[in-house]
């Protein structure tokens, strides 16, 4: 129990000003214990209330006497590994021309403050590190209620950023189709889920991919949640991919991994007369862009190991089988290309970009910022840049944000002028577009438009944690399903042309996994086969 000696002035009396004295009664002891003062203790009423409260936390107020804004404390975060049904239902999935497709949806990105963007204002980091969208973008977003700091609605982006601010920024997603070849279990029990990956799919969600991945499609279409990923393919790599049902199982299997205890067994088609003799190659490999995933041959790159077996040959293409022994990114396609003999439909390898050898023994006689930009270059021209996964954000540094505007590579942003809180004029507009994005937000309902569209979905659209804009509205048709379109969204005025089923298929193939005390075998693709026709 604390006293003080008698006679002598209690601090709070000390310090001038009501707030000073709430907040150190509220630090008075009582009975031996530190307490929050109750109704009727000293001071309580200077409390300030819950709403001034929350305009504490979103910065539109400052404490009086202080210069500083308000941040809570960091939450707790779950160190579980899984999704969970909230993020299933935030979309669905339709098949159409041999594709699997998401319906478009909102999706919140998260993140708390980094170090870097201490003292520093929102519209710094929104026009610095956030790039993908002009900054007129993100002030009308804040005009629109989509971004929020500390999980308030934020409108100020001068708002300079502290330690432990959460951001919480709500955008429209479009997610690239996959291809709708289903995903085969080969094994499951109570340790492990063996699946037979297709090409064109990513392991885990990454870059525009999330509801288009082996983890959300095993948890929303077959019921198996909380797997734990042991190893990765490449997207555009088909075959064998383990998992673990439990952290003890995924531990023990990984110390194989880095054990190298465990056997990969791969098949490809390559082009030309692969020898026929067994081929070892150990050159070392280097991350040329982790981005936009190019590695090459290089002598300060890591070591790595390929073993390689031709099994036939019919006069234009060879089916090789491949023995990884290390696991270096793109390692089997990367030194097939170094041997000269690159996959036949390997959309990063097999490519006129890197030279008139195509990279055969290390050739390539381009700076690596040249060798991007010829990729890019040659993708466009086909018509395939979608190939690449690169995001617009990613592809400007590659290409200039002049050219990338100029040439097409880039989608052009709608002019947007920034929403007065006290009036919001079309007439001032400098173009349609603009006019109309303003008058969708002048309006108070500022979320998407829905349309139905399709009876067939695997579940009705949902939304994570509130990400779902407020006010939503939503219009039926004959159809039955709900596809939206967001004002702000600028991928909702693009109308892209879909990859064809066979675009998505790589010929390259995890055939056989095998460790101390499993293995793992899928069946020969139909394009290894002997008998397979090319065209």
């Known amino acids: 129990m604390w006293a003080w000696p008698a006679g002598a002035a209690q601090p709070w009396l000390l310090l001038a000003g009501p707030r000073v004295r709430w907040s150190l009664a509220a630090l008075a002891p009582v009975g031996g214990r530190m307490e929050e003062p109750g109704p009727g203790s000293s001071g309580a009423g200077d409390a300030p209330p819950a709403a001034k409260r929350r305009r504490l936390l979103a910065g539109e107020e400052r404490r009086p006497g202080r210069d500083e804004r308000y941040v809570p404390p960091p939450r707790k975060r779950n160190p579980g590994v899984s999704f969970s049904e909230p993020h299933f239902a935030e979309t669905c999935y339709y098949f159409e021309g041999g594709l699997r497709k998401v319906r478009p949806y909102h999706f919140d990105f998260q993140t708390y ?29 804040a005009s629109a209620g989509r971004l929020r700091l500390n999980e308030q609605t934020v409108r ?56 288009n991945t082996v983890i959300f499609i095993l948890g929303k279409e077959h019921n198996l949640k909380e797997l734990h990923t042991i190893h990765r393919l490449d997207r555009m790599t088909s075959g064998v991919l383990m998992f673990a049902k439990t952290a003890e199982v995924s531990k023990r299997i990984d110390e194989q991994v880095r054990q190298r205890q465990l056997e990969k067994e791969y098949v490809c088609r390559v082009l030309g007369e692969f020898p026929e003799n067994e081929v070892t190659c150990e050159e070392p490999i280097l991350v040329v862009s982790y981005k936009v995933g190019v590695c090459r041959v290089d002598p300060k790159g890591k070591s790595c190991k390929t073993v390689f077996q031709r099994l036939s040959y019919n006069g234009k293409t060879s089916v090789v089988k491949c023995f990884p022994y290390t696991g270096r990114t793109h390692q089997i396609r990367v030194h097939l290309q170094f041997l000269g003999y690159p996959i ?192």
């Open 113 to 141: 403050c980094k170090g870097r963007w201490v003292g520093k204002s929102l519209l710094h980091v929104f026009s610095t590190e956030f790039r993908a969208q002009p900054v007129d973008y993100y002030r009308a977003a």
């Open 344 to 535: 036949v439909n390997d959309p990063i390898y097999n490519m006129e970009a890197w030279g008139p050898t195509k990279g055969k023994g290390g050739e390539i006689n381009k700076t690596d910022e040249e060798l991007l930009r010829a990729l890019v270059e040659e993708h466009r021209s086909k018509q395939s840049l979608s190939i690449l996964d690169v995001s617009e954000e990613d592809l400007k540094p590659i290409v200039g944000s002049e050219e990338c505007d100029r040439l097409g590579y880039c989608t052009k942003p709608v002019e947007i002028t920034p929403i007065s809180t006290d009036s919001c004029r079309t007439e001032d507009s400098k173009d349609q577009k603009e006019a109309e994005i303003l008058a969708c937000l002048q309006n108070s309902d500022t979320r998407p438009e829905t349309h139905d569209a399709d009876p067939e979905g695997a579940s009705s659209s949902g939304n994570q944690d509130g990400a779902n804009p407020e006010g939503a509205s939503s219009s039926g048709n004959q159809d039955g399903h709900t596809e939206e379109r967001d004002p702000l969204c600028e991928e909702c005025k693009i109308v892209r042309q879909d990859p064809s089923p066979r675009e998505l298929v790589m010929y390259l193939h995890a055939l056989r996994y095998k460790g101390a005390e499993f293995e793992y075998n899928s069946k020969m693709p139909d394009w290894a086969l002997e008998d397979w026709d090319e065209s």
């Open 156 to 211: 100020d982006l001068g708002i300079v950023l502290k330690n432990n601010d959460f951001l919480r920024n709500t955008v429209h997603r479009h997610e690239p189709p996959v291809t709708a070849q289903p995903i085969q279990i080969l094994v499951e029990n109570d340790e492990m889920v063996v699946v037979d990956k297709p090409s064109s799919l990513p392991v885990h969600p990454c870059g525009r991919f999330r509801h």
